[in-house]
């Protein structure tokens, strides 16, 4: 296997916005910066695994929330972003239900993408290249992990 390369992309970065939002605060940008480092060493881990190894979370994802987006294809002009990821995890929203909230494998990416308690965001991308197949991967990891029992009503609203 080939790695093409690891990317680090400030625009990955991102903090979540809530209702109240004021001024990020120097613990917040170092998290930020924290958790961007976390994605990134777990996206470029995924990518050196041998084609056909199952996917599986970092170990940091016992304390942080994470998704993991990846996609195999033969062309290497597939462009990965973390906006392709995010919409991709968001679509599980039609799966949810609002009227019995509570954790699903099925929705999981959905509710950590739009969890309220989860105030900062950092992701990062790779990719990687064995014989005539490329793989991407987009790993995000979230502070406040998401998808704790007993807090889904509170943490994952309604549409408006």
Known sequence: MKIIGFVLISTFV?????????????????????????????????????????????????????????????????????????????????YYGYNHPGFSSQTAHFTQVVWKSSRTLGCAKSRAHEGHFYRFFVVCNYYIKGNILNRFKQNVPRPR
């Open 14 to 94: 991102v903090t979540v916005a809530t209702a109240k939002s004021s001024p990020m605060t120097a613990h917040e940008r170092r998290m930020r910066i924290k958790l961007h480092k976390y994605a990134r060493n777990w996206a470029n881990h995924l990518a050196r695994q041998r084609f056909g190894k199952p996917i599986s979370h970092s170990p940091a994802s016992r304390k942080l929330g994470e998704n993991i987006y990846w996609y195999t294809t033969s062309r290497a002009s597939y462009k990965v972003s973390a906006k392709i990821a995010i919409t991709y995890w968001y679509e599980e929203k039609k």
